[in-house]
């Protein structure tokens, strides 16, 4: 069970059965790690349920992200000790117009507390050697060194992890895809604002544009590959 089982109707699982996804697509073997957006904006500074932390932060995606980023900590951990590249990325700082048409309220935060939210939240932020992108759209891909990174790298597969789940991860994902690399997204490190978004964002995923795995199978996945590098480095 994915989740995303209680928000569909009937008709749609009857759909599914004749129509939906078998069996995963798989993965390559060289992979990166893509971290999508996990900046104390869309957390908070402190963890808070979502309503509490909208006061300060609208953007919140409240506990859920947290737990969220917690998971995302424990793969990235994996990530880095089995030599996976890490890649960061983030919005776009410097005033350009944003891709968001949306007019509602916005709480009025002081320079500190913008700049403050603008950082990457201390769990997962980046060491040295780690690529950190900034864009100026939802997808990684537009306007950014991204693709000519992964493919100086030889990578063919990106797992993604962040937020939103709607938003940029699909974004991001849908990119990907149409780039050739293998897609994986991870359901328990990724979070959206709203639990039918994020839950019906991953099985559109997960039926046309990526692999959605669970945490212990991308661990795996990054550990059986640390283990054939190590291999190739010995022979």
Not at 98 to 115: A, F, G, I
């Amino acid at each position: 069970m994915y989740g995303w089982e209680k928000f569909m109707s009937e008709r749609d699982k009857q759909h599914d059965l004749l129509w939906g996804k078998k069996e995963l697509y798989g993965f390559g073997k060289r992979p990166a790690l893509l971290l999508i957006d996990i900046y104390y904006s869309v957390l908070g500074l402190k963890r808070e349920p979502i309503f509490e932390s909208m006061e300060t932060w609208s953007s919140s995606t409240g506990l859920e992200g947290w737990a969220a980023v917690d998971k995302t900590a424990e793969l990235l951990e994996v990530a880095r000790s089995n030599q996976i590249p890490v890649i960061h990325v983030k919005g776009l700082q410097s005033g350009i117009n944003s891709w968001s048409r949306n007019t509602r309220m916005r709480v009025p935060l002081s320079d500190e507390l913008r700049q403050k939210g603008s950082e990457i939240v201390d769990e997962v932020k980046p060491v040295y050697g780690e690529l950190v992108i900034e864009k100026a759209s939802p997808s990684a891909f537009p306007g950014t060194p991204l693709l000519f990174h992964l493919n100086s790298l030889g990578i063919d597969t990106l797992i993604c992890c962040g937020e939103t789940t709607s938003g940029c991860v699909r974004a991001t994902t849908v990119d990907g895809a149409t780039h050739r690399f293998h897609m994986g997204v991870v359901a328990d490190c990724v979070f959206d604002r709203t639990e039918a978004s994020h839950y019906m964002n991953l099985y559109d995923l997960h039926q046309k544009y990526a692999d959605v795995v669970d945490l212990a199978a991308a661990k795996q996945y990054f550990q059986e590959i640390g283990a054939i590098s190590k291999i190739g480095v010995r022979a």
